[in-house]
């Protein structure tokens, strides 16, 4: 049995992994996707020290200086976690067992919830212009959304696709101004304000979608960048107390409600809350320490 399993390998669980060997602690970390979420960010350009990297990059230094320290990381898809005798199972392909675990398991892209979204997906439907930008080149693609997330989506789009709509509901976008402004220079990229994507169309693929403007857009592709929600169906059978939004609710030391269970990332709340690779990572190592001094009661 372990002291604590580390679930998630984003910014948040390797950052808590290199807390945890130094710690010296008999901890084990289980990720499905290596590096996490952060993974699909296209760029990133305001993580201390580390100057324009891409998510890809980032996740997997983050995850080498781990496992030079010594970090065990499993890749396994935990389906399930019961508390049993105030301890910890968690069902996967495999079992695990720990006295405590720390929840870094972010959250879930985010849908538009329009006709033609689920019966297009892989067919011009995207959520990660990363993962599928390079199917688009030379082509016209949209992007939804007005943060950090479709705005990097948006640019990157313009290297390679032929044009790049970047679509937003609101009147003003809410990215940093430094992308806004290398978006806004593209001569191959147009925003397009206050409006919604209501119905995707095609025939076997993506050839439009129709805004609630009136207007409809002809390309070959749309990215949805709205933002996120809350993974929370893995830890559903836990007393774990949630903001109205379904994050879970953290204090300063990153412990829940449930004794044992700590959770630091994107699914953890604590008050004001800024989504990013190092404030997830600084909140990791906030609940190691917290917790290394929980195995010394």
């Known amino acids: 049995m372990y002291d604590l399993i580390i679930l998630g390998t ?3 669980g390797l950052s808590a992994a290199v807390y945890a060997a130094r710690y010296k602690m008999n901890f084990l970390v289980i990720g499905a996707v290596s590096g996490g979420t952060v993974t699909q960010a296209h760029q ?29 990381i499993t890749v396994d898809n935990i389906k399930k976690i019961e508390k049993k005798d105030g301890h910890f199972i968690l069902h996967g392909n495999k079992k695990y067992e720990a006295k405590r675990i720390l929840l870094t398991i972010g959250a879930e892209r985010a849908k538009l919830k329009i006709k033609g979204e689920e019966e297009f997906l892989g067919k011009g439907v995207s959520y990660c212009a990363t993962c599928d930008g390079p199917f688009f080149k030379d082509k016209v693609v949209c992007v939804v959304g007005g943060g950090n997330a479709a705005v990097t989506s948006a640019l990157y789009m313009a290297e390679l696709s032929k044009k790049v709509y970047l679509i937003y509901r609101g009147e003003e976008l809410k990215a940093e101004p430094a992308w806004i402004e290398q978006l806004k220079s593209q001569k191959n990229a147009e925003i397009i304000y206050n409006a919604n994507v209501t119905e995707i169309q095609g025939d076997k693929k993506v050839e439009k979608v129709l805004l609630d403007t009136g207007k409809t857009v002809e390309l070959d592709g749309i990215f949805i960048e709205i933002g996120s929600t809350p993974n929370r169906a893995l830890v559903s059978g836990l007393s774990l107390e949630t903001d109205k939004l379904g994050y879970i609710t953290v204090d300063a030391e990153m412990k829940t409600a449930e004794k044992g269970v700590w959770a630091a990332g994107d699914i953890a709340h604590n008050g004001f809350k800024l989504r990013q690779a190092i404030t997830a990572a600084a909140e990791g190592a906030i609940a190691v320490y917290s917790i290394y001094l929980d195995t010394k009661k």
């Open 10 to 12: 984003g910014p948040a």
């Open 44 to 72: 990133i350009e305001n993580y201390p020290g580390i100057e324009g990297v891409t998510g890809i990059e980032l996740g997997s230094k983050i995850e080498k200086h781990a496992k030079k320290l010594g970090a065990e």
